[in-house]
């Protein structure tokens, strides 16, 4: 082997050294971005998980889950809001024009039905009553006059007749007497109709004397005085704002009731003696017992509500007039939807299952769940739901009667997971 040959061997090949050496840094490569990946999950599972452990327990409402065979006729199917309304509410005032001489009421004095409430100015109908009285005096002595005229007149009458068969006394002599008695009966037939006009128009100035004095038309309470002594008084209202058109307010507490707008398409949970719980704004924890009377025939279009009046059970001092309040429509009892036309056989058809709000139950048709709550963790349950029941449905599958779920998934759904601690606040 010569020299040269000997220098070749030795001799390092660049070129296969370089290519021998990429597959190496992609692989060295594809490691670093790897790793990079998977400390950026785990950084962002920490961070993701972090925040739910300092956070604390999820707050969630819940509610019991009910068969329907326990439901109770305090289940409410329907809220609304109203106002207290008085069946029997009348501003009183007079029937003329007049000047109001004293108002012997005060607001929030309770009246009773014809009790005296204002006097006005009388002088006019008691001048025109002794008119009255003077002109039926005048008429009455006309009438005794004439029954004088006539006695007198038959008497010459019987004279002429007398004296005519003998001979006596001409046939128009006979005639003259006789038209005068005729003529007397006639003003006398006249004159007793004008006293029966004067009784009649005696009579009416004494019951305008009457008007004079404004009375309660029924029992009830003064909510506001509306004159004063001085002021003129009108049942027809004047321009100018000087003639007043009302003594008084006077509401009949007794026919205080409730009147409340319901939409349109939830009027059929409603129906006459239906129970119903009214809480009014000033005494919000406090529940008056009530029953619905009738829903009005007609509906607002614009509103697209229905009027439905509601009566009070009790009597109660704190329900006043055009008061708010928040009404809720009861559940049907057991007796009476055995009573009621058709009830009997559907309750036959009722299937088995328990009762929660729609709002509990999430997922789409053949996949619906509900969060139940256990040993305070939040725990997913697939359901099985059979059909509605108002504002309801009823679950034939997956849960229990008394299970406690979570009542509404809007807010806290995103957030709930299997075994998420979770705390009750209702």
């Excluded at 029941?389 to 709930?416: F, K, N, P």
């Amino acid at each position: 082997m010569d020299k040269a040959e000997l220098v070749n061997r030795l001799k390092i090949d660049r070129e296969e050294t370089a290519s021998s050496g990429r597959p190496l840094k992609w692989f060295i490569a594809i490691a670093v971005v790897a790793g990079a990946a998977i400390a950026s999950y785990s950084l962002g599972l920490l961070d993701a998980i972090a925040p739910t452990a300092e956070a604390g327990p999820l707050p969630v409402e819940t509610v019991l889950a009910q068969a329907e065979s326990s439901s109770s006729p305090g289940d409410s199917v329907l809220d609304a809001t109203g106002y207290v309304v008085a069946r029997r509410q009348a501003t009183v005032s007079s029937k003329v024009t007049a000047k109001v001489i004293d108002v012997l009421v005060e607001e929030g004095m309770v009246v009773e039905r014809g009790q005296l409430l204002a006097v006005l100015d009388d002088s006019i109908p008691k001048a025109r009553l002794k008119l009255a009285e003077s002109q039926l005096d005048a008429a009455r002595a006309a009438l005794a006059e004439l029954q004088v005229n006539i006695r007198q007149a038959r008497l010459d009458l019987s004279r002429t007749e007398n004296l005519a068969e003998r001979n006596l006394a001409s046939q128009a002599d006979l005639d003259r007497d006789t038209l005068s008695v005729d003529g007397l009966m006639a003003r006398l037939s006249r004159t007793a109709r004008d006293i029966a006009v004067s009784e009649r128009s005696l009579a009416l100035q004494r019951q305008e004397l009457t008007d004079m004095e404004i009375r309660a038309p029924f029992g009830g309470v003064v909510i506001a005085k509306a004159a004063q002594p001085g002021e003129m008084i009108s049942p027809v209202s004047a321009g100018g704002g000087f003639t007043r058109t009302g003594i008084c307010t006077i509401v009949d507490m007794d026919s205080l009731e409730v009147e409340v707008d319901v939409n349109e398409a939830y009027i059929n949970r409603v129906y006459p003696d239906q129970p119903v719980t009214v809480a009014l704004n000033a005494y919000p924890d406090d529940d008056f017992p009530a029953s619905v009377i009738a829903t009005i025939p007609a509906a607002d279009r614009n509103k697209a509500t229905v009027r439905v009046r509601i009566r009070f059970l009790e009597r109660d001092a704190r329900v006043l007039p055009d008061m708010g309040v928040r009404v809720s429509f009861l559940e049907r009892s057991q007796e009476e939807r055995s009573q009621a036309p058709g009830e009997a056989a559907a309750q036959a058809e009722t299937q088995p299952g328990v009762l929660v709000p729609a709002s509990a139950v999430s997922g789409a048709d053949g996949a619906r769940f509900v969060w139940v709550v256990e040993n305070q963790t939040a725990q997913r349950r697939d359901v099985v739901v059979a059909d509605s029941v108002g504002s309801r449905v009823r679950i034939a599958d997956g849960l229990a009667d008394g299970e406690r779920v979570v009542a509404r998934l809007d807010a806290e759904q995103g957030a709930l997971a299997n075994g998420v601690r979770v705390t009750v606040v209702n």
